[in-house]
Nanobody, 120 residues
């Protein structure tokens, strides 16, 4: 059974930083693309960042480029999201997602989410 557990959310002032972590189990982590998505109240879930399993290529949503960095540590089955220069509009529940090799969508595996609140 695939399990994704996020941690690291919290309350931070605008301009501050947070690092989210997502520990994965029940899948071949080293052969899974990993991603972060977020959902603010009343809005649809939004892509934030992703990292490929094979060559570590990273992808970012336009709203976070230059401020957020995704990374992974295969030895620990963990993916991270370093968030700098946070803005109030970054406030959302952040979800970790896994996309094993051979699958083409992000819909199958999600964590429970961690709340990030940025005060102005």
């Amino acid at each position: 059974q695939v399990r994704l557990v996020e941690s690291g959310g919290g309350l931070v002032q605008a301009g501050g930083s947070l690092r989210l972590s997502c520990a994965a189990s029940g899948l071949t982590f080293s052969r899974s693309a990993m991603g972060w998505f977020r959902q603010a109240p009343g809005k649809e879930r939004e892509f934030v960042a992703a990292i490929a399993w094979n060559d570590g290529t990273t992808y970012y949503g336009d709203s976070v480029k230059g401020r957020f960095t995704i990374s992974r540590q295969n030895a620990l089955n963990t993916v991270y999201l370093q968030m700098n220069s946070l803005k109030p509009e970054d406030t959302a529940v952040y979800y970790c997602a896994a996309r094993p090799s051979g699958t083409i969508s992000w819909g199958d595996y999600w964590g429970q989410g961690t709340q990030v609140t940025v005060s102005s």
